[in-house]
């Protein structure tokens, strides 16, 4: 059965960091565009990151673009979170999209993922 799993997310005080990880099962990342989501409570689901197929381009939100770097290995994509921030904390899920839309930033403006993970939370709180 085709899956995406997330992990890293937990409790972090601000200005801290975490890496955020997504594992793919049943299928390989090699042609697709993968992309990191969050939302939050109340909120519309925004669009953090995006790597191409073959890693070579990245886009960064706004929000994150400075203290978020996206990265891919193998059949796994990280999100390495610094300097986090109140406003970073939401559910965080990653997806994959095939064929890879150039360029790559139209992933994380309008998704058309042909699968999701099932989230993992990250708060940011003192």
């Known amino acids: 059965q085709v899956q995406l799993v997330e992990s890293g997310g937990g409790l972090v005080q601000p200005g801290g960091s975490l890496r955020l990880s997504c594992v793919a099962s049943?299928?390989?990342?090699?042609?697709?565009?993968i992309g990191w989501f969050r939302q939050a409570p109340g909120k519309e689901r925004e669009g953090v990151s995006c790597i191409s197929s073959t890693g070579g381009s990245t886009y960064y939100a706004d929000s994150v673009n400075g203290r978020f770097t996206i990265s891919r290995a193998k059949n796994t994509v990280y999100l390495q979170m610094n300097s986090l921030k109140p406003e970073d904390s939401a559910t965080y899920y990653c997806?994959?999209?095939?064929?890879?839309?150039?360029?790559?930033?139209?992933?994380?403006?309008?998704?058309?993922?042909?699968?999701w993970g099932q989230g993992t939370q990250v708060t940011v709180s003192s």
């Open positions: 997806a994959a999209e095939s064929p890879p839309r150039v360029p790559v930033q139209a992933m994380c403006d309008s998704p058309r993922a042909d699968w």
């Open positions: 049943e299928f390989t990342f090699d042609y697709y565009h």
